[in-house]
């Protein structure tokens, strides 16, 4: 491009807008300026071989960018590139050490996100399938949560440090441990798996259909509503893996 970048730092994110506020220096004075940055910008970049995938900016983002008028004659930042981010890197070195931080909770929409309390960066929560999402009010209160996925910068998201998960998960946890053999109601059947509700704990759970499996479901009048006995192989606080006992 031909037009002349400048170098600022995003000082500001209005997630609900997907807008940003940039601090330059122009002419030895300190200014502002704002920026889109939703999904269609990002679009934009890419098409032009400006980066090659979509970045998803914090408080702290050094940028460069292009100042623009629009047709309402108001300056605006255009092509806004990442360049690097200091807080960013502090945290991630920190996290290789002792992976713990207090942060607040803010939901957008439908999605949870969490602002570390030092550095004001903002992370997406991740709340797994079996946990209850935090109580988000109007006098926040900081929690402790841990950041993953910290090798891929532009990936990283919050995780809490301590879960608060749905009783029926917690029960489904003591069957697994103590291998205990569960009645199982089978709601669905498809080419590919079996989909049943287990007893007590009421969660879901799919059985993946094997030559075993298949010939039991020929040799035996299952449908809908079936109660079969299975077991829990495996579980995270996302999945639960069953398998049918005899």
Known sequence: MSEKYFRGKIISINNDKK????EYISNNKNKTIQAIIDDKQ???????????????????DHVKFVIKKSSQNVFFADYVLYEYNNSLEVLIQKATIENKFLGYVKKVDEDYFIKEIDS????????????????????????SFKMINIEKPEKI????????????????????KSQQIIEAIIKKITPYGIFVSLSESGLESKITINEKINKKIEDTNLGVDSIIKVKITHITSDRIVTDWVE
């Open 19 to 22: 807008k940003v506020t940039i």
């Open 42 to 60: 990002q679009e934009k970049y890419i098409q032009l071989k400006l980066i090659k995938k979509t970045h998803r900016f914090l408080v702290g």
């Open 120 to 143: 004001y960066l903002f992370f997406p929560l991740r709340i797994s399938k079996f946990e209850f999402p935090p109580v988000v009010s109007e006098s926040p209160k900081a929690i």
């Open 157 to 176: 998201m919050a995780e809490l440090y301590n879960h608060h998960y749905t009783e029926g998960f917690l029960v489904a946890v003591k069957q697994h």
